[in-house]
């Protein structure tokens, strides 16, 4: 991986992600390769030389944030991990710093989103919630179709004033949700009411 990968890295957090990246499975070989510009890096998990997974992380430089990017997901492997890999890096990553998803693998959060559901009722953001990402915004179109696929894009709240707006604008969106389907729909829309509830209970709505 090469010292380059720590010392180029002025984030806490994410040099740590980098330098000790998580090893998820045996049956895998990780590498960090460097991205297209400073402080940008790629995880990169390989399954008989097929891409399996990539992590994509940006140390930040100047007033610019660090983040970390999902994508390339192979379904298969990314059930077995999908919890580490949200474990590793929410705490790599400080309150306000971006986490991108990408969703484009996962066909039930693809439905759910086209009818409307707030990101924190799909499988995958229930999951975010629980690890404590309060705000959410779903990347329907890249801008300039240049960021790759549809994702969703969550951060932890920076202070508890944060936190009170992130909540209350959370509840909104389930509330408005359970309303709308009151009367009830297909499974995906009833795995959507059970996280509804669930989020309503926990978050105090």
Not at 69 to 94: C, G, K, T, W
Not at 191 to 198: N, T, V
Request: aromatic residues 12%; glycine residues 8%; hydrophobic residues 40%.
């Amino acid at each position: 991986m090469g010292t380059m990968t720590v010392y180029e890295c002025i984030h806490g957090g994410l040099s740590k992600l980098l330098s000790s990246p998580p090893r998820l499975s045996t049956s895998v070989k990780v590498e960090v390769k460097p991205g297209r510009f400073k402080g940008e890096y790629n995880i990169i998990y390989y399954s008989d030389k097929l891409i399996v997974l990539t992590l994509k992380v940006f140390c930040g430089r100047g007033y610019y944030r660090g983040w970390v990017e999902v994508f390339n997901v192979d379904p298969e492997f990314f059930s077995i991990v999908e919890d580490e890999v949200y474990n590793v890096v929410s705490q790599a990553l400080r309150p306000g710093e971006p986490l991108y998803i990408d969703y484009s693998w996962d066909t039930e959060t693809i439905k759910l989103l086209d009818i409307g559901a707030p990101a924190q009722l799909t499988r995958i953001g229930l999951k975010l919630v629980e690890r404590g990402f309060t705000w959410f915004k779903v990347w329907y179109y890249p801008e300039g179709f240049m960021e790759g696929n549809v994702k969703i894009q969550a951060e932890k709240p920076v202070n508890s004033m944060i936190y009170n707006m992130h909540r209350l604008e959370l509840c909104k969106e389930i509330k408005e949700f359970i309303d709308k389907w009151s009367r009830g729909g297909d499974r995906v829309v009833m795995l959507a009411l059970e996280r509804a509830h669930i989020l309503a209970s926990s978050l105090k709505c």
